[in-house]
């Protein structure tokens, strides 16, 4: 009888993608051989975390079948290995799962394609399928304690990725980059979430891992899922008499206002990943460039609420490292989004900061002072460094008299930073003209980034 129960086990597995049982264009591990796939001579399955449990439960409206499940820890997982697969995964692919996660309360990881070490990847969050940080799909039908179909695809030559639950696209976008791609690590994550952010993994359990060399149609996701639900689909529990409502303390999250979106993030060493504390982080408007909040930095995070609906531009400078702005769009009320921020070592191979100036004028207006202002308290705790003023002008007009408005402009800045206790002999500078151009002069938006003085920085030679 327990070979009968095991062949029909394998026959409904096999049945989910109605091709032969041992083609080597897939492997599909159901766990009743431990981490090795149902087909001969594949990759074994590595442990990430806290080895998990093998659990035999009965499969749901069946009186006789049993499965293997995988029950894994909180920032644990599974691993597949793309090298020892033989580069199985590395052009087009697709990766099926049939699993269920314990919590679903914020970000939780499901695939990491660079080895913990970036937080970009697969998530679900708050039902929704979310690609960070680039795509979030519309809500999908995710609850904690269920299991669900999930399938990831990205396509090599058009770099499309397309994501589905329960046989329907939730998700499709093109990858800007190599993001949805294992790096050189060439291994594929499941679950364990990365070494930046932290506390974004759940507990959960494992029925079935499929992964294929090739994008399945969207045909074959919508049969393969129907021969889940018939098979595996778990009961779907009777609604209780709900309690009466418990009113609860008020905590964080319930004082959040609910017309604003929190927009949390982290500024971290691009080097080995660490937090940066006490960070300089500023939230602007896109469209104008406006101050909008800023803060610093404990531990590495930062938390602001923001209006929904609205483009922002995060910019993090911190002592040692090179300034870095990300963008972020808040599309929802009472949203949570992440925003990440990675710094690199100061290195003074670019402006540290930029001025920009009215048509035809020297003068300090707006952003400028306050952007000037930030950069003299930056020189102030950095007394090795230099402070070198470049000028320049867009290409309206008499180029003499170009080159004469970028001096000006130069001149105007050396005068506020001396007045605000800068050393003379720690500054110096020349105008260009219109002879370093920004960007084209071609159109008022170009013309206005050329009207500009760069302030870079030099260490002084003893």
Not at 232 to 256: G, H, Q, Y
Not at 261 to 268: D, I, Q, R, S
Not at 346 to 365: C, G, I
Not at 395 to 409: A, C, H, P, Q, V
Request: glycine share 6%; charged share 25%.
């Amino acid at each position: 009888m327990r070979i009968q129960k095991n062949v029909l086990f394998l026959a409904i597995l096999l049945s989910l993608a109605n091709i032969p049982a041992f083609s080597q264009n897939q492997w599909t591990y159901d766990f009743n051989n431990g981490l090795n796939p149902i087909e001969t001579g594949g990759p074994a399955l590595k442990v990430l975390g806290q080895p998990g449990q093998y659990i035999k439960e009965k499969i749901p409206g069946s009186d006789y079948l049993n499965r293997t499940i995988y029950q894994f820890e909180s920032n644990s997982g599974l691993q597949f290995n793309n090298l020892e697969a033989k580069g199985f995964l590395s052009k087009s692919f697709t990766v099926e799962i049939y699993f269920k996660m314990n919590e679903l309360d914020s970000w939780k990881r499901v695939l990491d394609f660079k080895n913990r070490k970036s937080d970009y990847g697969s998530y679900i969050y708050d039902g929704k399928l979310n690609f960070y940080d680039y795509a979030i799909g519309e809500k999908a039908p995710v609850r904690a304690n269920q299991y669900v179909h999930y399938v990831y695809s990205r396509d090599f030559e058009t770099k499309v990725i397309k994501m589905y639950i329960n046989g329907q696209s939730k998700l499709e976008f093109k990858d800007p980059g190599t993001e949805g791609m294992l790096d050189n690590d060439q291994v594929l994550n499941l679950f364990q979430d990365d070494l930046v952010a932290g506390h974004e993994a759940s507990a959960g359990s494992i029925a079935l891992i499929r992964v294929y060399d090739r994008v399945m149609t969207p045909v074959f996701v919508r049969r393969s899922y129907q021969t889940i639900s018939k098979n595996f689909k778990e009961p779907v529990a009777k609604k209780e008499k709900e309690d009466p409502p418990v009113e609860e303390p008020a905590t964080e999250e319930l004082k959040r206002n609910k017309n604003l979106a929190l927009v949390t993030g982290k500024v971290y060493d691009g080097r080995d990943l660490a937090p940066v504390n006490d960070a300089e982080v500023m939230v602007r408007k896109s469209d104008n460039d406006s101050l909008v909040a800023q803060t610093k930095t404990v531990q590495g995070v930062y938390n602001f609420e923001l209006t929904p609906y609205e483009s922002y531009k995060i910019s993090a400078r911190a002592d040692g490292f090179q300034s870095r702005s990300i963008s972020v769009k808040t599309t929802n009320r009472y949203e949570e989004v992440k925003s990440l921020i990675s710094l690199s070592p100061e290195t003074y191979s670019s402006p540290l900061t930029t001025l920009y100036f009215n048509q035809s004028t020297e003068e300090l207006e707006g952003k400028a002072v306050t952007d000037l202002d930030s950069m003299i308290t930056y020189f102030q705790k950095h007394p090795a460094l230099k402070i070198v003023l470049k000028g320049h002008t867009d290409n309206t007009g008499n180029f003499e008299k170009n080159l004469e408005l970028s001096n000006r402009r130069v001149e105007t800045v050396k005068t506020y930073l001396l007045t605000k206790g800068i050393p003379a002999d720690r500054i110096e500078g020349n105008g260009y003209g219109s002879a370093q151009p920004n960007r084209v002069n071609r159109s008022e938006t170009g013309k206005r980034s050329n009207r500009r003085v760069d302030i870079w920085a030099e260490p002084i030679k003893r």
